[in-house]
């Protein structure tokens, strides 16, 4: 009896002791958990890359980039576009909807998220969401932010407004306007499975319509398919930054 007693003792005293650790134990769990990150690419062995184009400027190379990827017969892509674009081009943001192409929010004023308050990038955002939904009925869930820019303090607001940021780990250089050549090299020497490649359809980049015809058949000759960002996010495990 006296070692059935001491049994139950210690049995009670050991369901006190873990209602008192669980709390502490919930508390560091929360800590632990993962802080909004950018994504870059993501790790696959699948021979898959997205093809990211920002817009926020300009009418002259837009259309000819989507011809570009009518003729090549690239369905999937995805468009980040900024609010006040959409709105004074609306007929290219139709054509890039109806052609079946994802579209991401790039902020409304071009201008870096991080140098603003928080109820400044909020109003920026939900701008740009509004005009994008206005003329095409989407609501965005990706964003790339202005110049790519961000700190921890953005990534936070962002992901509050249930966005996911949206980097790229090969920027061809398209808006250095370096040469036709030096952008489709870069592009095809850096691209690597699961990659994000960051390219625009804006007027600053002059060069982009006789690079990307190269790029493309490049990647496809080097055994890689297209997809759109979410698509690639639901393949594998994403790699992300914090800066």
Same mark, same amino acid.
């Given at each position: 009896?006296? %070692? =059935?007693?001491?049994?139950?003792?210690?049995?009670?005293?050991?369901?006190?002791?873990?209602?008192?650790i669980?709390?502490? @134990?919930?508390?560091?769990?929360?800590?632990?958990?993962?802080?909004?990150?950018?994504?870059?690419?993501?790790? =696959?062995?699948?021979?898959?890359?997205?093809?990211?184009?920002?817009?926020?400027?300009?009418?002259?190379?837009?259309?000819?980039v989507?011809?570009?990827?009518?003729?090549?017969?690239?369905? /999937?892509?995805?468009?980040?576009?900024?609010?006040?674009?959409?709105?004074?081009?609306?007929?290219?943001?139709?054509?890039? %909807?109806?052609?079946?192409?994802?579209?991401?929010?790039?902020?409304?004023l071009h201008?870096?998220?991080?140098?603003? *308050?928080?109820?400044?990038? @909020?109003?920026?955002?939900?701008?740009?969401?509004?005009?994008?939904?206005?003329?095409?009925?989407?609501?965005?869930? $990706?964003i790339? =932010?202005?110049?790519?820019?961000?700190? *921890?303090?953005?990534l936070?607001?962002?992901?509050?407004?249930?966005?996911?940021?949206?980097?790229?780990? @090969?920027?061809?250089?398209?808006?250095?306007?370096?040469?036709? @050549?030096?952008? =489709?090299?870069?592009?095809?020497?850096?691209?690597? *499975?699961?990659?994000?490649?960051?390219?625009h359809?804006?007027?600053?980049? /002059?060069?982009?319509?006789?690079?990307? *015809?190269?790029?493309?058949?490049?990647?496809?000759?080097?055994?890689?398919?297209?997809?759109?960002?979410?698509?690639? $996010?639901?393949?594998?495990?994403?790699?992300?930054?914090?800066?």
């Amino acid at each position: 009896m006296k %070692h =059935t007693s001491l049994r139950f003792i210690l049995s009670i005293a050991a369901v006190i002791m873990t209602a008192c650790i669980l709390p502490a @134990t919930a508390v560091t769990a929360v800590a632990a958990e993962k802080k909004p990150s950018a994504i870059y690419k993501v790790d =696959t062995r699948e021979k898959v890359v997205a093809l990211t184009f920002d817009i926020s400027w300009g009418d002259k190379v837009p259309n000819p980039v989507l011809d570009i990827l009518e003729q090549k017969k690239v369905t /999937k892509a995805t468009f980040f576009l900024s609010g006040p674009w959409t709105l004074r081009h609306q007929d290219i943001v139709k054509r890039i %909807h109806r052609m079946g192409f994802e579209i991401g929010n790039h902020g409304n004023l071009h201008k870096d998220f991080s140098d603003y *308050p928080n109820s400044w990038i @909020t109003e920026q955002v939900r701008l740009s969401e509004k005009a994008i939904q206005q003329v095409t009925g989407v609501k965005t869930r $990706l964003i790339r =932010t202005p110049n790519g820019d961000f700190n *921890p303090r953005v990534l936070q607001c962002l992901h509050q407004m249930g966005y996911t940021v949206i980097q790229w780990n @090969t920027d061809s250089l398209d808006w250095k306007n370096p040469g036709v @050549t030096a952008i =489709t090299q870069r592009v095809l020497h850096r691209a690597v *499975p699961g990659d994000i490649i960051l390219m625009h359809a804006s007027d600053s980049s /002059k060069q982009i319509t006789q690079a990307l *015809p190269q790029i493309i058949d490049g990647l496809r000759a080097k055994g890689y398919r297209f997809v759109t960002v979410s698509e690639l $996010l639901s393949q594998a495990d994403v790699k992300t930054k914090v800066q």
